[in-house]
């Protein structure tokens, strides 16, 4: 489960670095309705810190597991 998290929050910042790079003219079809288009730099730069946030709570999540199966009694 806590793999999953990560691996969610790792796709969610790859997703926002993609939407973001093409809102900036960097990555994609010049015909692309998120080519050159602002409102989409700032939703990406919204996905990658829910991405980012996410992320880190699967690994706060791993660390304390692995802490409470080192000090199980």
Do not use: C
């Not at 790792?10 to 093409?22: D, N, P, R, S, Y």
């Not at 996905?47 to 597991?65: K, S, V």
């Amino acid at each position: 489960m806590k793999i999953l998290i990560e691996i969610i929050g790792m796709a969610l910042v790859l997703a926002g670095l993609i939407f973001t790079a093409q809102s900036k003219e960097l990555l994609g079809p010049p015909n692309s309705f998120m080519y050159s288009n602002p409102s989409w730099t700032a939703n990406g730069m919204m996905i990658i810190i829910a991405g980012i946030i996410i992320l880190i709570l699967g690994l706060i999540l791993r660390i304390i597991f692995r802490y409470k199966l080192k000090h199980k009694k």
